[in-house]
């Protein structure tokens, strides 16, 4: 597996720990992520809301119309 430091260490090049010190390290090309990372990641992915639809501002209807409807 290849190495990302001189003193052959392999870490996460997210949060620095030591393959060691996690569970699990995915290697890519150049660089690693660890399991606890990778679980952020997944909580920031999942908590980020879905944009709100877009309006269109052409298709409201007038006051008048609202209340042509209402009465």
Known sequence: ???NDNDKTIRCS???KKQQ??????AGP???IC????????????DTPEPAPEIDV???P????IMRGLD
């Open 35 to 46: 399991d606890e990372c990778v679980e952020l990641c997944m909580e920031i992915v999942h």
């Open 1 to 3: 597996m290849p190495k």
């Open 30 to 32: 150049g660089v690693f």
């Open 21 to 26: 010190e996690v569970k699990r390290i995915v």
């Open 58 to 60: 052409e298709q409201i």
């Open 14 to 16: 997210f949060c620095g």
């Open 62 to 65: 007038k006051p008048a119309d």
